[in-house]
């Protein structure tokens, strides 16, 4: 079955309520998905999962340091995660925070890494994004994140 690992760093409670909204758009779609603070994550973990999303809440314009730090170390990996599904989710304090800005910085490094990004023609085109708490239309496109990456790593590993 294939498999999708959520990780995310959250200080305020903002991201990790995010990081399970999309953890439940995977489940309903039948993917295997793993939950994991950036603390508890390693590295490897990466190699077991078909797809990864990534999660930060906005620090000056980018991703926090404990996600951009697990970042840096993955460049031990470099080029065995190609071909794998990868997606993002930020949350700030305020409409013009950098929520775009963080979530194009951890798909840069998907990119680097060779990862396949889809993007959302109907909803937040380049991740999900909240300003502060995760509001009815943040939760919904959680969710959504959640089930459009699980149907992209399904049809990927037919």
Known sequence: MPKILIIYFSQSG?????????????????VE??????????????????GIIVGSPTYYG???AE???????????HGKLEGKVGAAFSSSHN???GNETTIMDILKV????????EGNP???????VAIAAPDERSC?????????????????NL
């Open 14 to 30: 903002n991201t990790q309520k995010m990081a399970k909204l999309i953890e439940e758009g995977v489940t309903g779609e039948g």
């Open 122 to 128: 109907k909803g937040d085109h380049y991740g999900t």
């Open 110 to 117: 998907f990119l680097i890494h060779g990862m396949i990004i």
């Open 95 to 97: 409409v013009g925070g």
């Open 140 to 156: 919904n496109q959680c969710k959504q994140q959640g089930q459009r990456a699980a149907k992209l790593v399904k049809k990927l």
């Open 33 to 50: 998905v793993e939950l994991k603070e950036v603390k508890k994550a390693k590295i490897e973990d990466l190699l077991k999962a078909d």
């Open 62 to 64: 980018t991703m926090a």
């Open 67 to 77: 996600i951009k730090d697990f970042f840096d170390k993955s460049v031990k990996l």
